[in-house]
């Protein structure tokens, strides 16, 4: 789909309000988390459990930390506090994702994407492995995050780039 031409000397000083069936899927205003729409609940659903997720690698990395500190053998200890930045970043880079999730941007689907996958890689193992309680707690939601990345409305919400018009 191709844009009309911009000529700004006819342009009206009302813009252009996509109607109901115009196809369009958009809503009104320059990006959807900006237009005075309502949010879909599968956005807020699916940054809580990004949040959710970013949260028990910062708790895992606090935990981590202290065992780190109170002494606890390891083979390396530079390997140790590789492994703790790791965690404090991974953490750190969901926390970003759920932001931008929530406001509306396009790219941290992918982030999201990425990061239920990681989960689902960790999450068989450990439910097969014996820990069914903690296998469970990671399959679950992030089953359920996958298939929201992939909602109409979700992929409509969510598709705002920096400085530019909604791509969909």
């Given amino acids: 789909?191709?844009?009309?031409?911009?000529?700004?000397?006819?342009?009206?000083?009302?813009?252009?309000?996509?109607?109901?069936?115009?196809?369009?899927?958009?809503?009104?205003?320059?990006?959807?988390?900006?237009?005075?729409?309502?949010?879909?609940?599968?956005?807020?659903v699916l940054s809580l459990i990004v949040a959710a997720e970013a949260t028990a690698l910062l708790v895992a990395a606090g935990w981590y930390a202290v065992q780190l500190t109170t002494g606890a053998p390891v083979l390396s200890f530079w390997g140790a506090v590789f492994t703790l930045a790791l965690l404090l970043s991974f953490a750190a880079w969901l926390f970003a994702v759920?932001?931008?999730?929530?406001?509306?941007?396009?790219?941290?689907?992918?982030?999201?994407?990425?990061?239920?996958?990681?989960?689902l890689t960790i999450g068989f193992p450990t439910l097969t492995g014996g820990y069914v309680a903690a296998?469970?707690?990671?399959?679950v939601p992030a089953s359920v995050a996958l298939v929201l990345l992939f909602t109409k409305r979700v992929i409509?919400?969510?598709?705002?780039?920096?400085?530019a018009p909604p791509a969909l």
Avoid: C
């Avoid at 759920?98 to 239920?116: E, I, S």
């Fill in 1 to 44: 789909m191709s844009r009309p031409p911009e000529n700004h000397s006819d342009a009206s000083p009302e813009p252009r309000k996509p109607g109901p069936n115009d196809g369009s899927g958009a809503s009104p205003g320059p990006f959807p988390a900006e237009a005075g729409t309502a949010r879909p609940r599968a956005i807020m």
């Fill in 156 to 163: 409509s919400f969510a598709s705002r780039a920096a400085g």
């Fill in 135 to 139: 296998g469970i707690a990671m399959l």
């Fill in 98 to 119: 759920t932001y931008f999730l929530f406001r509306g941007f396009r790219w941290p689907r992918a982030g999201a994407l990425v990061a239920q996958l990681f989960v």
